[in-house]
C-alpha cells in the first residue's frame, strides 16, 4: 500500500476522531479518567505534536537531498512489524519527553489542536508529494525504538500510533 493511500485512510480516521470529540463539553475533553491517565484532548495533542516533530526530523534530514540516505532493504519490514505489535499490545508506552503532555502547554479546547492539526497533515501530503522519485524506499525518518523506515514506514507509524490514541480517547470520553 502506498503512503498517499495510507495517509488518505488515517485523514478520514482523524476526520471520524475529531467529530466524534465535537459532540462533548470543554470539561468532558479536558478530564482524566484516572490519575496520571490523558485527557482526551492531551492525546490529540500529543499525536499532533508526534507527527509534526517526525515531520520535522524528515526535512532536516532531506534537506541536502536524499542521495546520501541508505535505503532501507529488508530489514525494514521487521521494523514496521515491531511497530505494529508494540503499538496493539496492551501495554503502557513511555513517551517520549518531546510529545509528552506533561511537557507541552496545556491545551483547553478542541480548536486548539483540530485546525492545526488538519493544516499540518496538508503540510505533510504535500512535503511527501515534493519528495523527488529517489526518496522512495530511502530511510528518511528515524522512529525511536524500531529505528530507520522509509516515508511508507512513517505513516504506517503514524496510522499505529494514531489508533492506539484514538481508542484511548473514545474510551476516555465513553
Do not use: C
Not at 521487521?78 to 519527553?97: E, G, T
Not at 512535503?127 to 528515524?142: E, H, M, S, T, V
Not at 494514531?162 to 480517547?169: L, V
Amino acid at each position: 500500500m502506498s503512503w498517499q493511500h495510507q495517509l488518505d485512510q488515517l485523514d478520514q480516521e482523524l476526520a471520524s476522531l475529531l467529530a466524534d470529540m465535537r459532540r462533548f463539553e470543554g470539561a468532558q475533553l479536558t478530564q482524566h479518567p484516572a490519575p496520571g491517565k490523558w485527557s482526551a484532548l492531551e492525546n490529540i495533542y500529543h499525536l499532533w505534536q508526534a507527527e509534526q516533530q517526525s515531520l520535522r526530523y524528515v526535512m532536516k534530514k532531506t534537506s541536502s537531498g536524499v542521495a546520501g540516505i541508505p535505503k532501507v532493504g529488508p530489514i525494514e519490514a521487521w521494523r514496521k512489524f515491531l511497530i505494529v505489535v508494540n503499538l496493539r499490545l496492551p501495554v503502557k508506552i513511555k513517551a517520549p519527553a518531546g510529545v509528552n503532555p506533561g511537557n507541552l502547554p496545556a491545551v483547553n479546547s478542541l480548536d486548539e489542536v483540530a485546525a492545526p492539526y488538519l493544516a499540518f497533515r496538508q503540510e505533510l501530503r504535500a512535503f511527501l508529494q515534493a519528495l523527488p522519485a529517489d526518496a522512495a524506499g530511502r530511510a528518511i525518518y528515524k522512529h525511536p525504538f524500531a529505528g530507520r523506515l522509509s516515508a511508507s514506514g512513517m505513516i504506517l507509524f503514524f496510522a499505529e500510533h494514531f489508533r492506539r490514541h484514538a481508542a484511548q480517547i473514545r474510551r476516555t470520553l465513553g
